[in-house]
């Protein structure tokens, strides 16, 4: 049994396996090779795409997807060890884990940080959690990374741009008013270093560099194939050469559950929005989000409206990419 967690546990091959088969399953939507199976959907936070895509998906591959809201119609889940429950919580997670495992064939969980302390959100213990004590393969929904979405990303970037290596990924922090999860730009850096593109992180100051397990593992994969990953504060200097702008904002790790201080900081860094101006410092570029995004805030209608724009291939993509996970923990 195997469960997908993060990709840092996966191969680019085994990756790329999937990639393939997502796309045979665009080709030919339907299939019943899981007729029968049931998937449980954990969500602890919102979602457009990720549930619409995994219900729909489930559905074409002859599955039965149930979603469940803990807190919210299910029972509050305790997740520390050896304490009396005498909170909130009803039923601890060594029993939802074990029971749900004895229903479906999968569980899948969306658990964001709590956003006050980086170093216990950093050990993601929800879905650590249920892949310690389920029964039947984990999938990361996002929590602080989004697996599903990179390989979405991927396959939208393989689509429209081609061959992967030696090609310039940028990935560009964007202004949002509010400090947000670091999950897909810790996963924008990986899969992207992992397909063998030079990597540039572009982003305010050093304070809103990633944490060090993403950054290191960026840095081995690009070492290991002969690419670079660089950290850069200069916006036209990181637009040049690229042929992949990617956007995304998040809060700075050093401020994690103090976020006054970060405000003006970010305040001050407004000009950071994706625009026609600095997208045409590149050659060609594509540009993509991972939804939802804020218009005018993160990037200009002009430059979302453009034909350069992939971010509705690759929201697509989570539907195609999801029944290839699901296949290949399932079958
Ligand atoms: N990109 C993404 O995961 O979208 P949702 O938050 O709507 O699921």
């Known amino acids: 049994m195997r469960h997908f967690l993060s990709t840092l546990d996966w191969s680019r091959a085994e990756l790329q396996a999937l990639l393939d088969d997502a796309r045979a399953l665009k080709r030919h939507p339907h299939t019943a090779d899981l007729a029968g199976k049931g998937i449980a959907l954990v969500f602890f936070n919102p979602s457009l795409r990720t549930r619409t895509s995994f219900e729909l998906g489930a559905h074409q591959l002859g599955m039965k997807a149930i979603v469940l809201e803990p807190g919210k119609g299910a029972w509050p889940i305790e997740f520390d060890d ?149 950290v850069s504060h200069d916006i036209d200097s990181a637009y040049k050469g690229a042929d992949v702008v990617y956007a995304k904002s998040w809060g700075a790790l050093p401020y994690f559950g103090n976020w006054a201080p970060e405000k003006p900081i970010r305040d001050a860094h407004k000009h950071f929005i994706v625009d026609e101006r600095k997208m045409d410092l590149t050659p060609h570029a594509v540009f993509s989000h991972c939804l939802p995004v804020r218009r005018g805030v993160k990037v200009t209608d002009g430059v979302l409206d453009s034909p350069r724009s992939i971010h509705i291939e690759e929201a697509e993509n989570r539907l195609h990419v999801q029944k290839a996970l699901m296949r290949s923990l399932l079958r």
Not at 139 to 146: G, L, V
Not at 182 to 210: E, H, M, Q, R
Request: with cysteine; hydrophobic share 45%; glycine share 4%.
């Open 82 to 230: 050896e304490v009396v429950m005498d909170g909130e919580p009803e039923e601890h997670i060594r029993e939802v884990a074990q029971v749900l495992s004895r229903y479906v064939d999968a569980i899948a969980v969306r658990a964001f940080p709590k956003f006050v302390d980086w170093s216990v959100d950093r050990q993601d213990k929800v879905i650590q959690a249920f892949a310690r004590f389920a029964t039947v393969p984990v999938i990361n929904m996002e929590t602080i990374t989004h697996p599903c979405q990179e390989l979405a990303l991927m396959m939208a970037l393989q689509q429209r741009v081609g061959p992967t290596d030696g090609k310039k990924f940028v990935l560009t922090w964007t202004y949002h008013p509010k400090p947000l999860n670091t999950a897909v730009a810790n996963s924008a850096l990986v899969i992207a270093a992992k397909f063998g593109f030079d990597v540039t992180l572009l982003c305010p100051t050093k304070a809103y560099v990633l944490d060090e397990r993403y950054m290191q593992a960026a840095q081995g994969y690009c070492a290991a194939q002969g690419r670079a990953l660089s």
